[in-house]
């Protein structure tokens, strides 16, 4: 018999100024991020991340590893978070349907520099997104949304 690695589907992952999950929905301020201004580098930015899995029954119940990798565009990691997720079928959810899991991350990005960055998202060592992000001198940022 073969083993067959499944790993969750990506539904959604969005970059903004803040994120947060009440009651089984995502909130947030100023979403979609690809592009953040700064006077000067180095830097940093306050940035939170939504994102929603769909986990199949058989990855329920059990903790998975959801790893969040900020890379330069010379490949150089800045940062990397962790975060268990622990997905759970709903009450009343009819059995063999996905389960939707929602998660938000909030967390200072570090800006040594002008240029590329990507926001790579793992979950339990498989990689499902990567969210690229220009960083731009500009004279007079916008302050973020909620700091």
Known sequence: MVSVRTVAELDFAILADYARVAEGLG???AGGID???VPDVPAGRNVGLLVRLSFVPGELGRPHRLEVIVSDDDGDRLLHVN???EPERP???RPGRPTQFIAALNFGLPIPKIGSYSIDLVLDDVGLKSIPVEVERIDHPMPPAIS
Do not use: E, H, K, S
């Open 27 to 29: 909130y947030l301020v």
């Open 35 to 37: 592009r953040i201004g």
């Open 83 to 85: 975060a268990v997720l």
């Open 91 to 93: 009450p009343g959810q």
